[in-house]
């Protein structure tokens, strides 16, 4: 049943996959960052296909336009972050543990078949729990003021969610003023001290590694 | 009398009544089906395409020749008659420009960032309503599209910063997002109170409210919006970059901040961006603030709708013209300390006028007024809002200044009694 | 709703492509002369010195983190908006307790100094 939808939702599931596991394996951590950009474009197009344009487009806005200009600020305030100079040192055992863990998932939770012929999945919390309820997979015509009924709801059903969600922006706010808290001199060289000395102990070989530990537990 | 109407008729229909003989003929063609509707939106696509780079040959042309006059002098007179040649010697100067790749830049980040950053100026060009039936699509999110796509670009200018391998332009990278960035948030705030009035976020729907539609006010907002297309405004001018928030260029200051190791056609790629975008700016704030395409009949829909994004985008270049350039602490603290809490309460005071008072029974609220009425009252306490915010503005201003006077006072004073003291040893 | 999309992807793909395609008919059509000089990186006339590491400051951070938050707090007040003109009266003090709480929460970072750019 190969209509122009499934070839799009193939393309889509290709590109954002694909870039997720970039994200993880790739040597330079900026190109990663970039990567991650393309999922959340990837993403934004399966928002598409569900016919939730609003929440493409918000997608787009906030992820691409401020979650990853932040993560790429973060990328760059790594120490050791120079232009191209890799350092992504784990990535052969994160891109095996990523794709043993979408395999797992994808063979042993998914409740309900996938359409390729010869294959079916082994669906193991059916056996175990019994058969899940008919789950239809078919999109559903998305009513054209479904987002003026969200709107709606926001503030007549779901009105504690939405001011509590307004005193968690609040409360991000403070924890950012908090971290980013002006300290005495005297602690940042203490911080950067114990930062170091960690650094140390863990680079030299384990027997001495000990010894170190011990010093800076005492430190203290 | 019938006739000239008639004939008026036609020609405001002129640019759909083009595109769907165009479309009929091309389904004739090809016959019917999803392959025809590909290569329609692929025309579609061109056209508009071609038409973001038409705008943006004519508008530098005018930007040079306006900007010029503002200073007294001539501008471009040399290519071809008026200057009017100049665009194209630009472009062939661009294509034929040597491109010098700073050694040690990352290829494909570098290769990619004015791409993306002119793609992104283009894709925004989907939404726009050139006349009653003709747009690249009626989007019911319309405003919200072109805000989504318009925070989209900021990345691309990280790219470029990186990729260029250079310290300046990293730093000069940071500094334009910290500047695009701050001033997202007033655009977003001040499309609001358009969505609130008019109901719907497709800018077709937001233009018909303006009009004498049935259910439409008859009345552009920015009578009933003066803050918020007055924020909107200055916030569209800081988020292109262009003067006198043009940190992000200026030759004086980090030497062309992101761009400055690009030559040739991908420096193009970034003038085009930044030009479009300002054409975008001017085009979406005709049409949220001043009725988009909307007119007498006497003139057609599409010459409204150039003349009112071009009379905006005329209030660029005058002040391009006229205005020094703000300092990057100046930018960021009218961003934060003034346009972002003016249009916070500018939403509360829109909601609670549009609660107590309203034009259609249907809605609820307190009184029913006429259209006239409601935009007076809304009229008076936005400017209302906007003389109380610019008065408050204006005294801590003072207080500073007379704070630094002080400060310059008593440093003259000591400096006096040292040097006195000096002397009398 | 789909074919809508559809067409802002088929221009987001041929303004990639155009823009690319420009790109390749300007190299097609530029002189190529690499030169070691020409290629170093501009650092207002002078040799380079160093990494192009630059001493990130943490102020950028934090307004990204600030236009994050408005952003979200936005984009929630979109929906909101659309349905304004059908929402009952009292509806409007829940909203404007949001924008409040939004605005408090921008003179909190004002007055502990997060806003400032040095």
């Known amino acids: 049943m190969l209509t122009f939808s499934t070839v799009i939702f193939v393309i889509l599931a290709v590109v954002t996959l694909g870039a997720a596991l970039a994200v993880v394996t790739m040597k330079n951590v900026f190109h990663a960052a970039l990567m991650l950009v393309l999922a959340f474009f990837g993403v934004a197009g399966f928002y598409v296909l569900l016919e939730a344009n609003f929440f493409a487009a918000a997608q787009v806005l906030v992820y691409i336009g401020a979650i990853s200009i932040l993560i790429i600020f973060a990328v760059m305030l790594t120490r050791g972050v120079t232009m191209a100079r890799p350092n992504n040192e784990q990535s052969g055992a994160v891109a095996t543990a990523s794709a043993v863990l979408f395999v797992l998932i994808v063979v042993l939770v998914g409740p309900w078949k996938i359409n390729f012929p010869g294959f079916a999945p082994l669906n193991l919390p059916a056996r175990a729990f019994g058969a899940p309820p008919e789950f239809k997979m078919a999109v559903q015509a998305v009513s054209p003021d479904a987002l003026q009924r969200l709107g709606r709801a926001l503030v007549d059903q779901y009105m504690v969610a939405f001011l509590l969600a307004g005193v968690l922006l609040l409360l991000a706010m403070i924890g950012a003023v908090w971290v980013a808290r002006e300290r005495k001199l005297v602690e940042i060289v203490k911080e950067r001290r114990e930062m170091a000395a960690e650094e140390a102990a863990a680079a030299v070989p384990p027997a001495p590694a000990a010894e170190a530990v011990a010093t800076t537990d005492a430190h203290h | 009398m019938d006739n000239i109407l008639e004939v008026l008729k036609f020609i405001n229909n002129l640019m759909a009544f083009v595109f769907d003989e165009i479309g009929k003929f091309i389904t004739g063609l090809l016959g019917k089906g999803p392959g025809t509707e590909l290569v329609l939106m692929i025309l579609a696509a ?35 008659p008026f200057g009017l040649m100049l665009p194209l010697a630009d472009g062939v100067k661009m294509l034929t420009k040597e491109d010098i790749t700073p050694a040690n830049a990352d290829r494909w980040v ?56 250079n310290k300046y332009s990293l730093l000069g990278a940071f500094r334009t997002v910290a500047q695009l ?18 109901g719907s976020m497709s800018l077709f729907d937001i233009i018909a409210k303006q009009t004498d539609a049935p259910g439409g006010f008859g009345l552009p907002f ?44 991908k420096f193009a790629l970034f003038m085009m961006g930044e030009y479009v975008n300002a054409a975008v700016v001017s085009i979406m704030f005709s049409t949220f603030f001043l009725g988009g ?14 003349a009112k994004a071009f009379s905006i985008f005329f209030i660029f270049m005058w002040l391009r013209g006229t205005l020094p350039r703000v300092r990057v602490d ?30 259609f029974p249907a809605q609820p609220g307190l009184f029913v007024v006429s259209p006239l009425v409601y935009m007076a009252i809304m009229l008076v306490s936005g400017l209302g809002l906007l003389g109380l915010a610019l008065t408050l503005a204006s005294r801590s201003a003072r207080r500073e200044r007379l704070a630094i006077a002080q400060e310059a006072a008593e440093h003259r004073v000591a400096n006096q009694a040292f040097a006195t003291a000096q002397t009398g040893k | 709703m789909r074919t809508d999309f559809a067409f802002v ?23 190529k002369k690499p030169n070691k000089d020409k290629a170093a990186t501009y650092e207002c006339g002078m040799e380079t010195v160093g ?47 949001f924008a409040l709480t939004l605005l408090s929460s921008l003179l909190y970072a004002w007055r502990k100094g997060v806003l400032e750019w040095d």
Do not use: C
């Not at chain 2, 395409?293 to 150039?306: C, D, E, K, N």
């Not at chain 3, 992807?9 to 002189?31: D, K």
């Open chain 2, 222 to 265: 920015i009578l009933f919006l003066p803050v918020s297309a007055l924020v909107f405004l200055i916030s569209g001018i800081a988020e292109v970059g262009r003067s006198p928030f043009d940190l992000m260029e200026a030759e004086s200051e980090i030497v062309a901040g992101f761009h400055v190791e690009y030559s040739g056609m």
């Open chain 3, 9 to 31: 992807g088929v221009l987001l793909v041929a303004a990639f492509l155009l823009m690319g395609a420009a790109l390749v008919a300007a190299s097609l059509l530029r002189p």
């Open chain 2, 293 to 306: 395409f909307a007119g007498p009949i006497f003139i057609p829909p599409y010459v409204w709708f150039l």
């Open chain 2, 46 to 80: 061109i056209g508009l395409i071609t038409f973001g780079a038409v705008t943006m040959m004519a508008l530098t042309w005018f930007e040079r020749k306006i900007v010029a006059r503002i200073q007294d002098r001539i501008g471009p007179n040399q290519a071809g």
């Open chain 2, 110 to 165: 570098y290769l990619i960032a004015p791409i993306m950053i002119a793609a992104f100026a283009m894709t925004s060009l989907a939404v726009i309503p050139f006349a009653p039936r003709v747009a690249g699509v009626n989007l019911d999110i319309g405003a919200f599209f072109y805000i989504a796509i318009g925070s989209g670009s900021t990345i691309a200018i990280l790219m470029a910063g990186w990729g260029s391998n």
């Open chain 3, 51 to 97: 990494d192009a590491w630059v001493q990130f400051r943490v102020q950028y951070y934090l307004f990204a983190l600030v236009f994050v938050l408005f952003d979200v707090g936005g984009v929630l007040l979109f929906p909101i908006a659309l349905a304004f003109n059908q929402l009952p009266a009292w509806t409007v003090l829940v909203i404007s307790l």
């Open chain 2, 330 to 359: 100046q930018l960021v603290n009218l961003n934060w300390k003034f346009f972002v809490p003016l249009s916070i309460i500018n939403i509360i005071v829109v909601m609670v006028m549009s609660k107590l008072f309203v034009t």
């Open chain 2, 181 to 198: 960035v701050g001033y997202e948030v007033p655009m977003l705030l001040n499309v609001l109170p358009v969505i609130m009035l008019s």
